[in-house]
Structure formats: C-alpha cells, structure tokens
C-alpha cells in the first residue's frame, strides 16, 4: 500500500498572478496548434512529443508548445500540496499527473522535464524555494532549466499556468516564467544549489533573503559552466555530494534549505552502504571464483597432472585464480567512504592476501614444472628417502 505522508520539501503555494508578457503574441499560433492535439496523443509523454515533433521546426517554437500544453492542461492540486507518496517513481508521478491532469510543482517540473528530454534538449529539473513582494514563501518548489540557443533559461510551468486564490487553483497562462534569463529569475526563485542559478556571481541565501546583493567585484566569482561540466561527467554520489557542499556553504538559513540540505546527506548515505555493499558483494564471488580456480589446480597436482594437458591449459587455471583475487582486491579499492566498515573490509582483504601468497606458491612451483623436461617433470611429483627410492 503506497504511505501518504505530509513534507515540507517539494511542495509550493502558487503565486499571485503576473501581467502577460507582449511576448507571447509572437507564439500564439504555437499555441492554437499545440491546443488542437488530439486527446489520445495527450495520454504519454510520447504521444506528446510525437505531436510536437510533427508540427514545429524550431526549437523555440517546441519549447513553447511543451510549455503551454502544460499550463493550459494541468491543475494545481492545491487539496494535495502538502502531500508527497515516496513510493511513487518519477515516471509513476508523471503518469499520475498526465491521467489526472493535476499536479504539484515537481509534478509540473518533472512533466516538462520529460518532455524537453524526449525533444532532445539538455533539461534539468531544479529545487529550490521562491520569494515574491518580499516575502519568502513557506514552502519549496521545483522549477526547471533547458539549455538551448547556446544559453541557459528557466521555465516555471506550475507558475506559468496559474495561482492559488484562497485555497482555489485560478488559472491564468503567465509568459513571464517561459524562457526567463536566470538573472532576471534569481529575483523569485532560488535554488537550493547554487549551481542551478547559472551565475558567475552568485547570490547567497541571505542575500536573496534581504533582496541585497553586494557589487560584482565584492563577490567570488563562480565558473559555473565549468562545474556544470564536471557534475555532468560525476556519478550520482558525486552528484550529491558536491551538491551537499554547495548547499551549506550558501548559508542554512531557513527550514526550507535544512531539510533539503538533510534529504540530500541522507541519500548520500544511503548511496554509500548501497556501492559498499555492491562492491563488497561482488568481491566476495570473485573471490569464490578464484578459489574454484585453486580448488581445481590442486586437484589436478594431487592427481599428477593426469591426464596431461597443455602447458598453456594449465597455467590458465592459475591465471584464471590471479585474475579473479585482482578484481576482488580492485573492488575493495573502490568502496568510498567506509566510516564504520574499515574492520571488515580489512579482515577481507587479508583473506584475499593469504590466497594470493597460496596462488604465488603454486605458481613458483609450476615455474620450475614449466623448465624441466618431461622426464624430469614426472619426478617432481615424488619424493625420495635417503636411498633415493621414490616414496610415492
């Protein structure tokens, strides 16, 4: 049975409306063929990529379709913004909000998110909470960012589409959160990251608080395409981890960012016991191999080497045995911060070390094996008393 629990984490109130932007005459016949699709096309991520695809060239003219089909068709769901299923996949919240056609702002964002990414555009959901008039809204909010045209621009489809008028969703199509420059959002909206402003000279939570920002040359500067850049090419705990880094050090300064800044260190956490366990797991059957391996060259010198095989056959088992322990040992390098797991790990690669030692020894001895010739090498297998008679 999926939980519904209350959480102060991405969630938002929508905002009071703005005036629509002259812009949007230029799209209103993108907008009238965007509004003409077929329900049945409305139904999967797919089917509305598809429409679009086959109706604008210009990647303009698809994000804008992408956008208005979102603000002009989903509902707030205002009765259910303080509720979040943790159950729930990605891919079941955008289903849930294409069948009911409501949502929430992740389920806006991650809608948009979709789409974009199906278009092929570099997309990006972003996470942060919003300040209007002033005043900083009690709950946190999810917006996104598309890269196209060479250049960053943020789009806010949940604040495109509407605003909460005393508890009642009222829709109204606001241009103002279609592709605005990030220096012009970053006065509502502030990511927790400070990564997702896509500034050189970023605000910090205080001073998007106060509305106060000190002059360029008072700041740091941050080359955030270069970072960008390197975040994409990081798995996802590197991901978070850096993420985690940037989070605190713009200042913890309300309930909102607290709990973000905890839900990111708790999926670290939880990343690093699951790759711990993964690569220890998976060391753990290289390692069985490799005994197999060893378990079947001595079986085969208990038996003399009958029958004879190939010299390369045979040192094949040994190779098999050195390769397997090297990969046990390489995963054991890999576990990243083991705080609490060191003694384990250490009594484990002592295991791996003494099968090594074994497979050395019978490795030397194969050495001498290969040097000798046939005759000699059947009298390797026997050992002598004093009047030189073999005693087996």
Known sequence: MKILVLILLLSVGITSSYSQSPDSIGFSE???IMLEI???KTETVSGITEYILSKFDSEQDR???AFIWIASNIEYDIANMYT????ETQDERIEKVLRTRKGVCSGYALLFNKICTELG???YEIQGYTKQKGVLANLSHSWNAVFFDGNWYIFDPTWGAGYNNQGKFVRKINDAYFKAEPAAMIHSHMPFDYLWQFLYYPLTNEEFTKGKSPAEDEKTYFNYSDTLAIYEQQDTLQQLLSSAYRIEKNGVSNAMIFEKL??????????KDTETISLYNSAIEDNALAVAYMNQYTAYWNNQFK???PDEEIQAMLDAAVDKLSSAKGKLEQIRYDEGKEKMIKEFKSVLDSNLKQVEEFQQWLDTYFSKSKIQRKSMFY???WFGIPLN
């Open 30 to 32: 993108v907008d009238r």
């Open 38 to 40: 077929p329900k049945e």
């Open 63 to 65: 994000l804008r379709a």
């Open 84 to 87: 979040i299923n943790f159950e």
């Open 121 to 123: 555009f570099k997309s």
């Open 262 to 271: 905890k839900s990111v260190r708790s999926e670290i956490e939880y990343l």
């Open 307 to 309: 029958p004879l095989k």
């Open 383 to 385: 050992k002598y008393n």
